[in-house]
């Protein structure tokens, strides 16, 4: 029996590990809420405002971020972007329990829960999940200068071609490419490593400017720096993006970054 119950737990110790870090490093949530219309826009943010992020605090996330697309500045404007952090998949796992749960949520919440089905309040949601960079474990503060409606939130996603030079991009960012985005004061709120999402393997990052010509010449600054030339030019790092795709956005006025 003792042999047995040896043998069962070396087999165990793989997975034990593999949680055993889960507190060293946040999970994230974005969420894209998919719009067709200014009155559904309209209706998220009632629904954000007065039920789902108060609801969100209750249950112990103490800050969520609220993103729109500046005008002109996308592909598309027809979304509302938000970002959720968790300190453990469990957290992640129980929150729609809770939220059933929570009495005020529901009441607060019931015209947009209960919504027809002839009149939905969005399109579609599209949810990504992912895991904080090791050398970035847990949401950056973002800049706090200037106006809110004028700060520009710019949020990326690197695509790679493959597994192995997907994980070669994140190795560039735990090397170097995260600690010179901190260095140059891009304020960045998270860089994440995408668990599961519609394309696969990618990753997806936010850095925050007080306005766009900030955004711009912080960009500027970091094509020149020698640290960044340097990196680019490796042969290891070469063709691990194969594509890119940018959002510009602002927080909206009850947004928690």
């Known amino acids: 029996?003792?042999?047995?119950?040896?043998?069962?737990?070396?087999?165990?110790?793989?997975?034990?590990?593999?949680?055993?870090?889960?507190?060293?490093?946040?999970?994230?949530?974005?969420?894209?809420?998919?719009?067709?219309?200014?009155?559904?826009?309209?209706?998220?943010?009632?629904?954000?405002?007065?039920?789902?992020?108060?609801?969100?605090?209750?249950?112990?996330?103490?800050?969520?971020?609220?993103?729109?697309?500046?005008?002109?500045?996308?592909?598309?404007?027809?979304?509302?972007?938000?970002?959720?952090?968790?300190g453990s998949l469990q957290e992640f796992g129980s929150l729609p329990s809770i939220l059933e749960k929570d009495e005020a949520y529901q009441q607060a919440g019931k015209n947009f829960l209960e919504s027809a089905h002839d009149n939905p309040p969005y399109t579609r949601i599209e949810s990504i999940l992912l895991r904080a960079f090791s050398g970035f474990p847990r949401?950056?503060?973002?800049?706090?200068?200037?106006?809110?409606?004028?700060?520009?939130?710019?949020?990326?996603?690197?695509?790679?071609?493959?597994?192995?030079?997907?994980?070669?991009?994140?190795?560039?960012?735990?090397?170097?490419?995260?600690?010179?985005?901190?260095?140059?004061?891009?304020?960045?709120?998270?860089?994440g490593d995408v668990i599961s999402s519609s394309y696969m393997p990618h990753l997806m990052y936010m850095t925050t400017f007080s306005d766009k010509s900030s955004q711009e010449e912080h960009w500027n600054a970091f094509g020149k720096d020698p640290e960044w030339i340097s990196m680019k030019d490796m042969e290891r790092y070469q063709n691990t993006v194969s594509n890119i795709t940018r959002y510009l956005l602002y927080p909206t006025e009850y947004s928690d970054y």
Not at 50 to 67: D, K, N, S, T
Not at 155 to 173: C, D, G, I, P, W
């Open 139 to 191: 949401p950056g503060e973002p800049v706090r200068e200037g106006l809110k409606q004028d700060r520009v939130y710019e949020l990326r996603s690197y695509q790679s071609s493959t597994e192995a030079l997907y994980r070669r991009k994140v190795e560039m960012f735990d090397n170097g490419e995260s600690a010179l985005f901190v260095k140059l004061g891009f304020h960045p709120l998270f860089f």
């Open 1 to 86: 029996m003792k042999k047995t119950l040896s043998f069962l737990l070396l087999l165990m110790l793989p997975l034990l590990s593999s949680f055993s870090g889960e507190g060293e490093r946040d999970y994230y949530q974005l969420k894209f809420y998919r719009t067709e219309n200014e009155s559904q826009v309209e209706r998220l943010d009632q629904f954000f405002k007065e039920a789902y992020l108060p609801a969100l605090h209750r249950a112990g996330i103490e800050r969520v971020g609220v993103f729109k697309p500046i005008a002109g500045e996308n592909d598309s404007d027809n979304y509302v972007i938000v970002f959720i952090p968790f």
